[in-house]
C-alpha cells in the first residue's frame, strides 16, 4: 500500500500564502503523477494542480493557475503546493493523490492513492 500524508494547511488572511506538503510512503510507486485536489463544504471536489515523474510537466485548474505552483522534491516521493494571493475562493480540504502513470491525470476518478486531507482557511 502506499500512504500519503498532507500537512502545511492552516489560517491564512487573504492575499497571504501557504505551502502544503504531501509525503509518500509505503509501496513504490515507480514512475507516478502526484496531483491536489480541494473540495470545499457542500462542493465536489475539484482539480488543482498536478505534475508528472520528472517534474517537468505540470498542469493547473484555471482557477489557480498564476497563484499556485506544485513541484517535486529531490527525492521524487515529496509534492509541494505553493499557495500565493489566496483569496476567498480557496477555502476547502486540501487533498494529495497519486497513481502509477506517466500521464498526468486530472480527474479524481483516475488516481487510487489519496492523503487523509489538510484544512486551508482564508480570512477576510
Known amino acids: 500500500q502506499v500512504q500519503l500524508v498532507e500537512s502545511g494547511g492552516g489560517l491564512v488572511q487573504a492575499g497571504g500564502s501557504l505551502r502544503l506538503s504531501c509525503a509518500a510512503s509505503?509501496?513504490?510507486?515507480?514512475?507516478?503523477?502526484m496531483g491536489w485536489f480541494r473540495q470545499a463544504p457542500g462542493k465536489e471536489r475539484e482539480f488543482v494542480a498536478a505534475?508528472?515523474?520528472?517534474?517537468?510537466?505540470?498542469y493547473y485548474a484555471d482557477s489557480v493557475k498564476g497563484r499556485f505552483t506544485i513541484s517535486r522534491g529531490n527525492a521524487k516521493n515529496t509534492v509541494y503546493l505553493q499557495m500565493n494571493s489566496l483569496i476567498p475562493e480557496d477555502p476547502a480540504v486540501y487533498y494529495c493523490a497519486a497513481r502509477s502513470s506517466v500521464v498526468i491525470p486530472t480527474s479524481s476518478f483516475d488516481y487510487n492513492y489519496w492523503g487523509q486531507g489538510t484544512q486551508v482557511t482564508v480570512s477576510s
Open positions: 505534475i508528472n515523474w520528472s517534474g517537468i510537466s505540470t
Open positions: 509505503g509501496r513504490t510507486l515507480g514512475r507516478n503523477a
